[in-house]
């Protein structure tokens, strides 16, 4: 079973939305777990990454001060804290589990992806 991606939806520039990603299989116990989106038209790209102790985090130069990056590893589930949203930020979310503990930034770092959540931001 794919990890889980919800909360997606259409919200207004310079709103919120928080996104959540449940790991049933909870293959993401002792990994480290990221986000990445694909805007219209465009390739996948990372967003933010963390550890599997969850200390360590990584945010894109795009989204550093506006998004946070968390789990909770007891509910075996990831979250995207999305504030000040612009229409850069549209796109379809996915989240996806590391191989062991990588949270790099690179897609090939990460064995398996969520089916994905559109998120649209209107002007």
């Known amino acids: 079973v794919q990890p889980q991606a919800s909360g997606g939806g259409l919200e207004q520039a310079g709103g919120s939305l928080r996104l959540a990603c449940v790991d049933s299989?909870?293959?993401?116990?002792?990994?480290?777990m990221g986000w990445f989106r694909q805007p219209p038209g465009k390739e996948r790209e990372f967003v933010a990454s963390?550890?599997?102790?969850?200390?360590?985090?990584r945010y894109a130069e795009s989204v550093k001060g506006r998004f946070t990056i968390s789990r909770d590893k007891a509910k075996n589930t990831l979250y995207l804290q999305m504030n000040s949203l612009t229409p850069e930020d549209t796109g379809v979310y996915y989240c996806?589990?590391?191989?062991?503990?990588?949270?790099?930034?690179?897609?090939?770092?990460?064995?398996?992806w969520g089916q994905g959540t559109q998120v649209t931001v209107s002007s």
């Open positions: 963390i550890s599997w102790r969850g200390g360590d985090t």
């Open positions: 996806a589990v590391g191989r062991g503990a990588s949270y790099a930034t690179t897609p090939g770092s990460y064995q398996y």
């Open positions: 299989r909870r293959t993401s116990s002792n990994n480290g």
